[in-house]
Every structure is written in C-alpha cells, then in structure tokens.
C-alpha cells in the first residue's frame, strides 16, 4: 500500500522557524512534492525534491532522504500569513500520474 | 492570464442528481487531474488524463465521469450513483516544461441538499 504521515498540527510563533516532517512508505518512489493549502484554497506549489538533500527556495527550504523515506519543510522567518496546512505527496510510479498525498499538516503561527 | 479556471465555485445538488463540473486550462499542459478532498484526508485522485481523448480511473473514480475532447478542457461529472458527494473538488494539471509541476484550479465546493 501507500502511505504518507505528517503530524497533524503544529504551532509556533512569528518570525520562529518550523520544521515540518514527511514520511512515506509507497510502492515507488520518482519524486516528492510540498504545497501549501489556506482554508477553502486550492493548494500551491511550494517545492519538489526527486534527489537527496536540501532545496531552498527563500525562506522555504525542502529536503529529502530516500534511502529513510523522509522529507521535511523547513519554514524560516514565520510570517502570521503562512498558517495554512502543508501537504507532503509522492509520486510513487513516475509519470505522475497518481500522486499520493498526505493529510496535511496545520501550522498555526500566533504572533 | 495563464491558469487552471474552474467553475462553479459553489454548486449545490439534489439527491438523485447529475452534476458537471467545469475545468479549463489555457497553460497549453498535456495532462490534467481531478482530486476530491475531505476534510481530515488527504486529496484522493479521480480520473486523470495524459493526452487528448484519453483518460484513466483513479483510486476513487466510482460515480464519477469524465471526458477529455480538448487539451484545455477536462469536464468532471459527479452521478446521482456517488453516494457521498459533499466535497471539495481540485481540477490540477501538469507543466513538464518547468520541473514537472503540478497546478491546481481555485476548486468546486459541491454540496448534496
């Protein structure tokens, strides 16, 4: 089978950094996305990793471990607008044609 | 402006009925998706399409169809056989051009009266 896990919630405060972890166990493995989601929104590309290491983009950075089938996105210089849920998915049989995605993860940055 | 544009945003529908479901992308992409989401889960896959005047099954495509006439067009339709309809429908599609991204539409609040 396929499954994903990220921590459901999470909080932290305004101008902290946040690290939000991503595990998977799916049948493949040819690349792993992150979006962010606000409330009734349709998500947004954030990164994508299909090799080892760290991704930075701004104060967004994704990495990625394969051989632990693990990723996290690390969010620094939290601003009150990136409270949102943070999804982790995978394309586990190329072409992406079937991503699989976590269920989300809430970040809620109080100020 | 370039983008995935769906339509209706809110659209409410009685038991026993069809409704269609509106995705359009001028992004010039070749492959397009539909996603349901619920609350608590993640997006499950509906039906996608990799080119024109084709199209396969998702995890979750009982009572639901689609069709795929037109690159810019991939029209979901929610049947009266979907039991559970209430949900937020994602329409996505594909940029291969630019590291194999996935764009989503704004979504389709569907709500069974």
């Known amino acids: 089978g396929q499954n994903i896990d990220q921590p459901t919630e999470m909080t932290a405060t305004e101008g902290a950094i946040v690290q939000i972890n991503c595990t998977y166990q799916t049948s493949g493995f040819n690349g792993l996305f992150w979006y962010q989601q606000h409330a009734g929104e349709a998500p947004t590309f954030l990164s994508y990793n299909v090799l080892d290491g760290l991704e930075e983009k701004g104060r967004f950075s994704s990495f990625l471990s394969r051989s632990k089938g693990y990723s996290y996105l690390l969010l620094k210089e939290l601003q009150m607008k990136d409270s949102a849920s943070y999804l982790c998915?995978?394309?586990?049989?190329?072409?992406?044609?079937?991503?699989?995605f976590g269920t989300g993860t809430r970040l809620l940055v109080s100020p | 402006d370039g983008g995935i544009t769906q339509s209706p945003k809110y659209l409410f529908r009685k038991e026993g009925q069809n409704v269609t479901l509106s995705c359009e992308q001028n992004?010039?992409?070749?492959?397009m998706y539909w996603y349901r989401q619920d609350p608590g889960q993640g997006l499950r896959l509906i039906y996608y399409?990799?080119?024109?005047?084709?199209?396969q099954k998702g995890d979750i495509a009982e009572g639901y169809s689609v069709s795929r006439e037109k690159k810019e067009s991939f029209p979901l339709t929610v049947t009266s056989a979907q039991k559970n309809p209430t949900a937020f429908y994602l329409c996505a599609s594909l940029d291969r051009n630019t590291g194999n991204t996935i764009y989503f539409g704004e979504g389709s609040w569907l709500t069974v009266v």
């Open positions: 998915a995978v394309d586990p049989s190329g072409g992406f044609q079937k991503l699989v």
């Open positions: 992004l010039n992409h070749d492959a």
């Open positions: 399409s990799q080119i024109v005047n084709d199209f």
